[in-house]
């Protein structure tokens, strides 16, 4: 068997792998949503059970990202999405679901550097536009509707103190778009032609401690050795700016990108994964430098703390994952160490610092969280999350 045939044969087996333990989750920390504006359900969760995996094309749709007081978990069950917070550290969690709109095709959740979330849905079969709810300070706002559809990526939209950012996708262009009056008014910040099938690996965020620093992914690929679509701005999102001169060697399909919720003491951070002939590569990039690339054989799942620091895992059929991290201080990859401890396939992490995170693994097609101490060297098993159907 040739290394080309190996390679289709291994890919096939994680496929059928993946399909066989049936859940797809989004891990996010943020802060919890009122109470006042859903129901939920309490409760020490010690049993699991199995859901089903959410895919778009052939590509999971997966994100890792943090915030400031607990852990939510987005997990897709059949044929609906659900969410779950988690605010001590994974060991108990709490159903959260936003009600009035039927979440069965995927959900995206920023928060905003003052507490304020917002919960985007994907437009499902024959909806034009997609649903956006924000939860402020003070309770629950209206829906905001988006005049077409958000970007099927979990980091489809952002909330800041500007206002309401989402990420629009057509058929042939992803655009920026902007609301301060709850959808009223839409204000088109920036567009990029950009096939749909790049939309998924678009993303927006801003810097939570340096709130007019942010970044967005719209569309992007690397094409001749260049970057492209890769846009950053110093105003808090009322201008965007293409970044430039960001060289990844040849021409490859960009398949996710990442922005985390701080850039350390950068003007703009991100990272973008894709496609080198029989792996995948990830690079971080800030106005200083391009990392080297770390290969992974599958697509890597990517999360990060609250300083700036990106931690990328791959996974491995037979093989422990393992864990390498992006240091903002260094601005350079450790070597990828083994996650000892860790039973099945990490689906998603995050992290509240370097040393302490959270990952959930799908273990047989179980939601089993594990929590580690010293930055993802070691872990432990926490508990399981049993997900709940909720109509809607």
């Known amino acids: 068997m040739g290394s080309k045939d190996l390679y289709g044969f291994r890919k096939k087996l994680l496929r059928i792998y993946m399909m066989k333990h049936n859940f797809k989750l989004i891990l996010l920390l943020g802060l919890a949503f009122l109470t006042s504006c859903q129901t939920a359900t309490s409760a020490s969760v010690t049993t699991t059970t199995q859901a089903s995996q959410a895919t778009f094309g052939e590509l999971p749709l997966w994100s890792s990202f943090f915030g400031t007081k607990g852990y939510w978990a987005v997990v897709y069950v059949d044929p609906y999405w659900v969410s779950y917070y988690s605010g001590d550290n994974g060991k108990h969690w709490v159903l959260k679901t936003p009600t009035g709109v039927s979440p069965r095709h995927g959900i995206a959740i ?53 206002g309401l950012y989402a990420l629009k996708g057509s058929r042939d262009r992803v655009q920026i778009l902007r609301t301060s009056n709850l959808g009223a008014v839409w204000k088109t910040e920036a567009t990029r032609k950009a096939s749909i099938n790049l939309g998924q690996s678009s993303s927006i965020g801003f810097d939570k401690a340096a709130t007019q620093n942010g970044v967005a992914l719209l569309g992007p690929l690397v094409s001749r050795g260049i970057l492209v679509g890769a846009y950053t701005t110093d105003n808090g999102g009322l201008s965007w700016t293409p970044i430039k001169n960001v060289k990844i060697q040849g021409s490859h399909q960009v398949i996710a990108s990442f922005v985390p919720k701080t850039f350390a003491s950068h003007s703009f951070e991100f990272s973008v994964s894709y496609t080198v002939g029989q792996t995948f590569q990830t690079v971080v990039v800030t106005p200083n430098t391009t990392t080297a690339p770390l290969a ?11 300083q700036g620091d990106i931690a990328v895992v791959n996974n491995t059929l037979g093989q422990p994952s393992t864990l390498a991290w992006f240091h ?65």
Not at 121 to 130: G, K, P, V
Not at 296 to 306: E, F, I, M
């Open 110 to 162: 920023s928060e905003s550097s003052a507490g304020e979330m917002a919960v985007g849905f994907f437009a499902y079969a024959e909806q034009r536009n997609s649903t956006i709810i924000e939860f402020g300070t003070q309770g629950l706002k209206p829906p905001v509707f988006l005049p077409g559809s958000l970007v099927e990526s979990p980091q489809a939209i952002s909330i800041t103190d500007s």
């Open 328 to 392: 903002a201080s260094t601005q350079a990859f450790t070597p990828a160490v083994a996650m000892s401890g860790l039973l099945g396939v990490v689906e998603t992490i995050a992290f509240s610092s370097l040393s302490q995170g959270v990952a959930i693994t799908n273990n047989g097609g179980n939601l089993e969280v594990y929590g580690t101490s010293n930055g993802g060297q070691s872990w432990s098993k926490i508990s399981a999350i049993s997900p709940v159907l909720q109509t809607g």
């Open 296 to 306: 992974t054989l599958n697509p890597p799942v990517v999360g990060g703390d609250n």
